[in-house]
């Protein structure tokens, strides 16, 4: 696997704190494979140190949303507080807007 940066793409703290949510609530709805723990899979990583993945969200990571069926869009929605007066709709638009951005 190669070690190549897609786009970096500014957003305000709003929508970062939004994104953020999203992912962590991802994260408990999504299994990975072969129990392997995302956070550490997307730390940067050489020969010297490991560091966290802090500071940004990873777009393709909560574009993972838009790909699941609408029942699992609310049960994902559902599972963080902060999320829950968000609509899916809303969720949907903000991606797809960010994701024609680059």
């Known amino acids: 696997m190669s070690g190549a940066l897609g786009c970096?793409?500014?957003?305000?703290?709003?929508?970062?704190?939004?994104?953020?949510?999203?992912?962590?609530?991802?994260?408990d709805f999504l299994t990975t494979v072969d129990d392997l723990e995302y956070k550490s899979f997307r730390a940067f990583r050489n020969d010297v140190f490991t560091?966290?993945?802090?500071g940004f969200v990873d777009g393709d990571f909560v574009e993972y949303f838009l790909d699941l069926p609408a029942f699992?869009?609310?049960?994902?929605?559902?599972?963080?507080?902060?999320?829950?007066?968000?609509?899916?709709?809303?969720?949907?638009?903000?991606?797809n807007r960010l994701k024609y951005t680059h």
């Open 72 to 95: 699992a869009q609310w049960d994902v929605l559902s599972l963080s507080n902060a999320l829950s007066q968000i609509t899916v709709e809303y969720i949907i638009d903000m991606l």
């Open 8 to 27: 970096i793409i500014p957003i305000d703290e709003v929508t970062h704190n939004l994104l953020e949510h999203l992912s962590f609530a991802l994260l």
């Open 51 to 54: 560091a966290p993945m802090t």
